[in-house]
């Protein structure tokens, strides 16, 4: 019943309170969204019209389009809101279908990386049988089961969320909804059920990451093996895109662990700040290196633009 009652009351989002500059960063988050928006937009319809782009790599570049979208929707609407319209209530369930979708989308890109790292390894090691191991349908039953586990993982997540009691209203101090500032916002001692979200961090910094990392190893190890200059130019073109999108993600999680593990003790702004640009930065980048980096897709865009003038 107490779930019920708070659904009507919410949660006040304070996490903004202590910027002067308030409208400004405002404005720019809601700039930066509309970018992720038009960027990842741009590709999936490039892409989705185009049936000589209709393969395995422009499917996972599809996917990763789509997750891009909900994962910055899920907390840019949330600050755009107490930015701009000054608007810090948000309600019990549009606060928990937002930290249900972003954490979906930051299990579900850490995945789709993983994929990509593995179709480009397929690509490179075994070259003459990449078209028969790699298939459309596969590729889409393994984007199926990735985010069947995200939804999975992150649903009991949110059920164990929505059984904890909350006090009257309470206050995130956080700048949008998510697991810890749910579970911090509670009536309940946190640290019990922090247990889950460290094991699933731990999976994708201890497990996927130094995977992918591997992976791109043999690669780098198999362009340095190829003879063929304009193939090896190539490969290292679409490697080097695949590290930046893998950098961009993976880079504020681990600074975030480093300042912890050698004593920088962040602050509340501090970590809001690096949370914002862990929750932006990479959807921002995303589309922007596939459109300058990918040759069809680049080639298809120039061709749109020439078209229309």
Not at 27 to 46: A, P, Q, R, S, V
Not at 120 to 144: D, E, G, K, Q, W
Not at 153 to 168: H, Q, T
Request: some cysteine; aromatic content about 12%.
């Amino acid at each position: 019943m107490a779930n019920e009652n708070y659904s009507l009351h919410g949660f006040i989002i304070t996490g903004f309170d202590h910027l002067q500059d308030q409208k400004l960063l405002g404005f720019l988050i809601l700039i930066t969204y509309m970018l992720i928006l038009l960027g990842n937009g741009i590709n999936l319809c490039i892409i989705l019209t185009d049936r000589h782009l209709h393969k395995p790599m422009y499917i996972l570049i599809c996917n990763l389009a789509v997750i891009d979208i909900m994962f910055s929707s899920s907390c840019s609407t949330t600050m755009i809101s107490v930015l701009l319209t000054e608007i810090k209530t948000i309600s019990y369930y549009s606060c928990i279908s937002s930290m249900f979708f972003y954490h979906l989308g930051d299990i579900t890109v850490c995945m789709a990386l993983t994929l990509m790292a593995i179709d480009r390894l397929i690509a490179i090691r075994l070259p003459l049988r990449y078209h028969s191991i790699v298939t459309n349908s596969r590729t889409c039953f393994l984007i199926f089961l990735t985010w069947l586990i995200g939804f999975t993982v992150i649903g009991f997540l949110a059920s164990v969320v929505e059984s904890v009691p909350y006090c009257r209203q309470p206050v995130i101090k956080y700048v949008f909804c998510d697991h810890p500032s749910l579970i911090r916002a509670a009536c309940v001692d946190p640290e019990p059920y922090f247990f889950i979200p460290v094991m699933i961090s731990l999976w994708m910094l201890c497990g996927q990451f130094p995977f992918i990392m591997c992976t791109y190893a043999v690669l780098a190890y198999s362009v340095t093996k190829l003879s063929n200059n304009s193939s090896k130019k190539q490969m290292i073109s679409t490697c080097s895109s695949h590290l930046v999108v893998l950098f961009s993600y993976y880079a504020p999680k681990l600074v975030s662990i480093l300042l912890t593990r050698i004593g920088v003790v962040l602050n509340l702004t501090e970590r809001n700040a690096v949370l914002i640009v862990a929750s932006l930065i990479p959807p921002l980048i995303n589309p922007t290196v596939y459109c300058t980096r990918t040759k069809e897709i680049r080639k298809r865009l120039a061709d749109v633009f020439l078209h229309k003038k």
